[in-house]
């Protein structure tokens, strides 16, 4: 498992008024998927000396793929400190309230469990997810954690999910505000995020997302390798890293492709559940290689001539502060993006494409040269987005709100 110099040179201060406290987080990710901040910062912690149970969201029972979550939960120990639990397969047929509430009181009796299992009795509580409110059968877990510090790291505005119908988004948009205006702590991602709830809470930060700066820079190292399957691809490759999700428009990734029949388009991340991309079926120069570990990454990206953050222009992407944009850089990699309030402060480092032309029409001034990255200025980002900053600065709040 990689780390970084942040546990390495931790403030002399910060450790000391976290030691002995316990964290449950829960997630909006599985630990084992493509690393963001929420895996990164719990192993941080961990490594800190918090006990931290991480808990993943749960899967459905049955899919249309034959998977399925399974009817047991399941807690595993990862590191020193660090235990993940894998709840029970949610029930179907969830967009009944009656269902809905049934998977949530199972989910946070399985918490509770697991939490009781590994010696967790009054931990600071994390969520990613709007589940704990007035509303929710969670606020049984937080009646039996009654006096626990309620932290909300929100990375998303959750209620504009693709697929949501509107009475799922209704809800979870009232969720999300009362979460936000309960909590002890509310860190966000994006300026858009902040914009709409700076109101609710005065302990309300903007903390975006960053890189780990000396891992994502061995792209740049003679001695990494890259590997065979993408080495065995033509080039130019032209790369995505990232999950797979439904925000990604494949449509314009089709579009790139069949513009220019010789770069290859690679797609490096795991594919969402059930998720057919239609638009790249047969074409010849789309490839998937499927998801790879943190290890890895600096491998494939060496291998590129440079990364895409081709998002959806859908209400989620207004909120996102996108991860991988400080990943291609701390690679080395000229960057294409469609606009995103959030990567416009970084219109004189990468380029960024008001319209699909100007996506695909960007792509081929980068693989001509054209389009170079300009390294001091990368570097000066990079230096802002470094996850030793962020997570110390977020860390110091999280002190704060448990010496409380």
């Known amino acids: 498992m990689h780390t970084n110099s942040f546990t390495k040179n931790l403030l002399p201060h910060i450790k000391p008024r976290l030691a002995g406290k316990d964290i449950i987080c829960i997630s909006s990710m599985p630990y084992g998927e493509m690393w963001t901040r929420k895996q990164r910062l719990m192993t941080h912690l961990a490594q800190m000396g918090n006990k931290v149970l991480y808990v993943e969201p749960s899967n459905p029972l049955f899919t249309s793929q034959g998977d399925k979550g399974g ?10 400190n660090l235990y993940v639990l894998k709840p029970f397969g949610r029930l179907p047929l969830a967009r009944f309230s009656v269902v809905r509430n049934l998977n949530l009181r199972i989910y946070a009796n399985a918490i509770k469990r697991a939490a009781a299992k590994i010696n967790i009795h009054h931990p600071m509580i994390f969520t990613y997810l709007p589940v704990i409110n007035a509303h929710s059968p969670f606020q049984k877990l937080m009646d039996y954690l009654e006096g626990s510090p309620l932290i909300y790291d929100c990375v998303d505005e959750h209620s504009e999910t693709i697929g949501y119908t509107p009475e799922v988004a209704a809800l979870v948009h009232q969720w999300d505000l009362e979460l936000t205006a309960k909590a002890d702590l509310v ?6 995020l902040y914009q709409a709830r700076q109101h609710l809470n005065r302990k309300l930060y903007l903390s975006p997302n960053g ?3 000396a891992h994502f820079s061995k792209a740049l190292m003679g001695s990494t390798k890259i590997p065979a399957d993408l080495a065995s691809i033509a080039e130019p490759r032209v790369g995505f890293v990232g999950s797979l999700s439904d925000w990604i428009d494949y449509g314009l990734i089709a579009r790139v492709a069949k513009r220019y029949p010789d770069y290859n388009l690679v797609l490096i991340g795991p594919l969402k559940r059930g998720l057919k991309p239609l638009e790249l079926e047969g074409l010849p120069n789309v490839h998937f290689l499927g998801k790879k ?18 998002f959806k222009k859908v209400g989620i992407a207004e909120k996102v502060n996108p991860l991988k ?3 291609y850089l701390a690679a080395g990699l000229p960057v294409i993006s469609v606009d995103m309030p959030e990567v416009r402060p970084l219109m004189e480092v990468i380029f960024i494409a008001r319209s699909d032309e100007e996506f695909i029409k960007a792509v081929e001034n980068v693989v001509t040269g054209r389009f170079k990255l300009d390294t001091a200025k990368a570097a000066e980002v990079l230096n802002r987005h470094d996850w030793d900053i962020i997570f110390s600065d977020l860390i110091e709040r999280v002190a704060e709100t448990a010496s409380c």
């Open 187 to 192: 860190f966000v991602t994006a300026q858009g």
């Open 293 to 310: 570990s943190l290890e890895e990454l600096p491998g494939y990206m060496k291998g590129l001539a440079c990364g895409i953050n081709p």
């Open 211 to 213: 890189v780990d700066v």
């Open 71 to 80: 009817f047991g939960s399941t807690l595993e120990k990862i590191i020193e």
């Open 325 to 327: 944009v400080y990943e």
